[in-house]
Structures are given as C-alpha cells and as structure tokens.
C-alpha cells in the first residue's frame, strides 16, 4: 500500500508542488490539505442528470463535494469517459471544478460489463492530459467506483501521489441480497474491487457499517478506512407547501400520494412499492379513488432489458390508472415531488447510503426504506421515517399505511424528517472528506521520505 508505491517510486526526483493559494484550512484536520485533486469518475459524468442510465447518487456526491472543495480554494478535475463526440474535451461544471472528457471506445454510453474492455484507453487518455502539465501537478487522486479504482490505481503510482478511493457499492455485498431475476455482479468485478482496496491508501465508506464490510469482506487494513457520510443539498431541499406541489403535479389535495424516486432496475425495487400499493388497495378498495403512485426516474442496468416492465407490472396489479411515471427530475422539480408525497419509499435491495431518502426528509417528507446498507444510518426509524427489515408487499403495505394514512403520525415523522436532514450537509461531508486527503497525502509524503 502507501509504503510499497512509496518504495517502488523511492529514487523519482521530488515533485514540484502547486504554486496556487493555499487551501483554506479544514477544522480538525491533520495534515496538509491538497492544492489539486484528480477524480476518476469514468462510467458517470458528474453532469448528468441522476435517475437514468448509470446516474444516480455518486454522481451527486462527486458534483456536491467538488463544488465544495473548489471553494475552499481546490481545485479539481475530473476525468470521465466521453460518450458523444459532440462533448467538448474540458467542460467546467463549477469554479474550480473542469470536467475531462477521455474518449475511450465507442463515442456512446456502455453498459458496466463492456467498460473494462475500454480501461487502457481510458488510462491511456488519463495520463496524456496529465503529461501536459509540470510534474506534481496533482496532489492526489480520488477514484469511485471500481473501474475507476483500476485507473486511478495506475495514475496515482505513475504521478507517484496517494490514492484515495469510495466504492460506492460492493459487488460482494450485493451478491448477497440479489433481487429476484437480477444477475450477480461478475468475478471481474470482484477480484477489481479486491486489487483497489489493497492497493488504495484511504478507503472511504459512506457508513460504518460499508466500513465494516471493506474489513471483513474484502480484508481491508482497518486503519485505512473512514467512515464519512454524504450529504444533502439543503438548500434545494426544503420543506414547502404540500397543496402548492399537489397543484403543480397536478395531483389532488385529498389524495394519498407514495412516491419513489431513482433508476428504474431490479437492485432499486420500484416493484416493491407497486406491489405495496396494490396491497394496499386490496385491504382498501376505497382507497383506489384517492391514490397516487408517483415512479420518478428511468430505466438502467439490467432494468434496460424490460424498459417498460415496470408499466407493465402496474397493469397486471390493477394500479396502472393510479400510477403516474415521470421522467428524471432535476434537485429542484424533484423536491415538488417529494413535498407532493405523504411518504417516499426507498425499497432497495441494496445502497451504501440511499440520498433520495435525505433527500426526501429535507423536504419533510418522512420515508420507509428497507432495512439494508446505509439506510439506516440515512432513516432514523420511528423519528424520521420506518425501516422495513423485509421486501415482502404485505409488510410495506403496513409500513406505508402506517404513515401514509395517519396524519398526527405523519405530522410527528416530519418534524424528526427535517432534524435528521438537517445534521447532514455537503459542508460536512467534504470537511470529513479533506481531513481523509490531508492524513492521506501526509503519511504518503512520510513514507516517500523514509524510504528514499
């Protein structure tokens, strides 16, 4: 790890360092915080919209924090493959923060299976753009995702600088909690994720219990792994009038509104809110002239191979008059949705962390998820929202009742909704984030000093 590519690379000259200001220094950090970070994101562009294809929460997080780093004086570049040759090569996202277009393979989106195959050009592109510039340009890379990992494993022993890398999801996790019909993740990807963790120097976890599973999974060194938990945007998430939303939706006021957001595959399980709901008006068929099933999001991954089974699958329960599908929203127009609901579900198989559900609390809508990953670090259960330890549509018919039909219930979910938000932030999570960067690049420096 950090002494092993610290040796490899012991008789390389010193690296010329950045000559911009210096960052602005983070509360409790030890360490020198870097001047620039290269971030390889390379199967999603931090500029798409989330909901469809392979963009969802990492691309927010990626966004979110760059943003924040860049005004902390940071500057920031990432790196992503190009999937239009109408993509300009460098497209600034924020101040401070340029995004890299890599062309690598064909000029359109790839599904994850066929993006090793494209892992040396992409490499390739990588460290072309960095020979532009004087050496020690970068003081650190940041990979997310696995096939990230891979390139940024390369250029962080080629540019002889740390190399800090977020998983995001685990294929070995999710092979443990596969949805019904959905493939398991390949050994590629396995023996992938296994070589970045040993090869990383800070594995960063968006929970502890993520951070636990890098340890006892994949034999992660355990002094290597922080626990630092995302963010929410709270300022385009807010709390706001349920009737005005309703009006904008077109949705009516008496109505009783579920809500799900995200990409539409199996792992998400937008089916099990479907099926709930069909439940629901089972128990009820009453409730059939006032509900509302909202699916926001597009089809993605192996949800591409039925793009409309989901339609579909509300035809066959008898709730496809009652469900409305939207296409991906962006932050602001997502937050109507949310104000529009009385709650949002969030039935995944599997998240490291789930960000439609702090997402959804910032608005003060409260959310029942299920029981797995991140979520309940993301869902206080029973003050924020509920957690449901099973997928099956009798236990999430009653969760949803539970909070969808009670309004002094569902008053007293929101209040908590908005506390539990509010101890999130962007600010937060990128504070944790560079004091992870400063130990990293400090140790790494150490390191290279001992050995040479």
């Not at 490899?8 to 220094?25: D, L, N, Q």
């Not at 592109?125 to 997310?144: K, M, N, Q, T, W």
């Not at 029942?368 to 099956?392: I, K, N, Q, W, Y």
Request: glycine fraction near 8%.
């Amino acid at each position: 790890m950090t002494a092993a590519r610290g040796m490899v690379h012991a008789e390389s000259p010193p690296r010329a360092r950045g000559t911009g200001p210096i960052p602005r220094a983070v509360a409790g950090t030890i360490g020198r915080v870097p001047r620039r970070v290269a971030v390889m994101s390379v199967h999603t562009s931090p500029l798409e919209q989330p909901g469809t294809g392979d963009a969802g929460g990492m691309n927010v997080y990626i966004a979110e924090t760059s943003r924040e780093m860049a005004r902390r004086g940071i500057e920031v570049e990432v790196f992503t493959r190009a999937t239009s040759s109408d993509q300009p090569p460098i497209a600034e996202l924020a101040p401070g923060v340029l995004v890299r277009h890599v062309p690598a393979g064909p000029f359109e989106p790839l599904g994850r299976a066929e993006l090793p195959a494209q892992m040396c050009a992409f490499t390739a592109g990588v460290l072309r753009a960095e020979a532009f510039h004087p050496p020690g340009y970068y003081d650190l890379v940041h990979s997310h995702y696995w096939v990230s990992g891979q390139v940024g494993w390369l250029a962080a022993e080629r540019w002889n600088v740390p190399l800090v890398h977020t998983a995001h999801t685990l294929a070995k996790v999710k092979n443990a909690a596969l949805a019904d019909g959905d493939a398991p993740e390949p050994r590629t990807r396995v023996i992938g994720e296994q070589q970045v963790v040993d090869e990383a120097d800070r594995l960063v976890a968006n929970t502890g219990v993520e951070a636990r599973q890098l340890v006892e999974l994949y034999g992660a060194v355990p002094g290597t792994v922080r626990a630092v938990s995302p963010g929410v945007d709270l300022h385009s998430f807010t709390p706001g009038s349920t009737s005005a939303a309703r009006d904008a939706l077109g949705i009516p006021h008496a109505a009783v509104v579920l809500a799900f957001a995200g990409r539409i595959q199996p792992l998400k399980a937008p089916d099990v809110l479907l099926r709930a709901a069909a439940e629901l008006v089972r128990r009820d068929p009453e409730l059939a002239r006032r509900l509302v099933v909202l699916v926001v999001g597009g089809p993605s991954g192996s949800g591409l191979e039925q793009p409309e089974g989901l339609r579909e699958l509300a035809d066959q329960l008898g709730i496809v008059a009652n469900t409305r599908f939207l296409p991906p929203q962006p932050a602001r127009a997502l937050a109507e949705v949310f104000r529009a609901a009385d709650v949002v579900a969030v039935p995944s198989y599997n998240e490291s962390f789930g960000l439609v559900a702090l997402e959804a609390q910032a608005c003060g809508t409260p959310v029942v998820a299920a029981e797995v990953g991140g979520l309940p670090t993301a869902v206080a259960h029973r003050e924020s929202g509920l957690l449901v330890p099973t997928h099956r549509a009798e236990d999430w018919a009653a969760a949803l009742a539970a909070v969808a039909r009670d309004p002094g219930y569902r008053a007293r979910l929101s209040a908590g909704a908005l506390d539990h938000a509010r101890s999130f932030s962007w600010r937060r999570t990128t504070d944790a984030l560079l004091a992870v960067y400063a130990s990293a690049v400090t140790e790494y420096e150490h390191a290279m000093r001992e050995a040479s």
